[in-house]
């Protein structure tokens, strides 16, 4: 079975710190992904990457980047953490071609910024 | 822009049938299905391709409409476990090798005993 795991499952920081948000997965696939969730909004991409070092940025990048040394680990990275970044982060990975193949994803990391 | 899922919320009783709709104002190659449960990760349930195809295990099955840019999940005879909250995620057709996909904001389904 393919494992999503992200590092926190709660996280609480303070407004202006940098927060750094873990994923690592086991099954050696290309794409991961980084999503917020909201109440109502359901999931919306923040940036995605196809390979190493490689990104994309996704329908809500602003606020946040992401760093992808090695295959396996995917991090997403709040510069300056907002309490309007308080939110559901979801990592997801996938083998290339995302459109033909499933999305696994992790547990979620409940993040909140006070 | 994100697909439009209906009905935000359903509930029914065990062993009624529901259907989940999914549109998107774009063409598209692929729509996948996922459910998540509260405090749990999204599963994937299955993907539908450009071409009309219908989809479907155990009693949880799903049709993809490309002229109409829509997808629809059926339940049937649904049990406690079917209840959750079901997304669905777009991929354009004008992009088809892109990796990204664009998630609905989500139905509740509440199946009662």
């Known amino acids: 079975d393919v494992k999503v795991t992200q590092s926190s499952r709660y996280l609480v920081k303070r407004t202006g710190e940098k927060v750094f948000l873990e994923c690592v997965q086991d099954?050696?696939?290309?794409?991961m992904f980084w999503y917020r969730q909201d109440p109502g909004l359901g999931l919306r991409l923040i940036y995605f990457?196809?390979?190493?070092?490689?990104?994309e940025k996704g329908d809500i990048p602003e606020g946040y980047s992401v760093s992808r040394e090695k295959k396996e680990r995917f991090s997403l990275i709040l510069e300056s953490a907002s309490t309007n970044q308080t939110s559901m982060y979801l990592c997801?990975?996938?083998?290339?071609?995302?459109?033909?193949?499933?999305?696994?994803f992790g547990d979620g990391t409940r993040l909140s910024i006070l | 822009q994100q697909p439009v899922q209906s009905p935000q919320a359903v509930i029914l009783r065990e062993g009624e049938d529901a259907v989940i709709n999914c549109s998107s104002s774009?063409?598209?190659?692929?729509v996948h299905w996922y459910r998540q449960k509260h405090g749990e990760a999204p599963i994937f349930l299955m993907i539908?391709?450009?071409?009309?195809e219908q989809k479907g295990h155990d009693k949880i099955s799903a049709s993809f409409n490309e002229k109409k840019q829509q997808s629809s999940l059926y339940l049937t005879a649904s049990q406690l476990s079917y209840s959750g909250t079901y997304f669905c995620g777009t991929g354009p057709l004008s992009n088809f090798g892109n990796e990204k996909l664009t998630f609905g904001t989500g139905t509740r389904l509440t199946i009662i005993p």
């Open positions: 997801a990975s996938s083998l290339m071609g995302a459109q033909r193949q499933p999305q696994h």
């Open positions: 990457s196809y390979d190493v070092k490689m990104k």
């Open positions: 774009k063409a598209l190659y692929s």
């Open positions: 099954m050696d696939h290309e794409n």
């Open positions: 539908l391709l450009k071409g009309g």
